[in-house]
């Protein structure tokens, strides 16, 4: 974030009266400028990989942790 959105974050974090949608809107417009929702994603495949990849190395026999694998699957297949 530049100084200007810097700014705008931390005046509406620092409010003590405020209007709930107003902030909610500002926000947003601010992260949506500045890509969180894609700096998000990009961390939550890290995540998931650097996870299965654990995974993979625990000593546990394939089938007991398959469940745990098509769960994580299914999560990250999710619209939220």
Request: glycine residues 4%; hydrophobic residues 40%.
């Amino acid at each position: 974030a530049d100084d200007e959105h810097r700014t705008i974050i931390r005046e509406w974090l620092e409010a003590k009266t405020y209007d709930p949608a107003d902030k909610i809107r500002e926000m947003t417009a601010v992260y949506n400028k500045i890509g969180v929702g894609d700096i998000c994603l990009k961390k939550i495949d890290e995540f998931y990989t650097a996870g299965l990849r654990i995974l993979e190395e625990v000593n546990a026999p394939a089938e007991r942790k398959e469940l745990l694998i098509t769960f994580s699957r299914q999560l990250m297949k999710r619209n939220i």
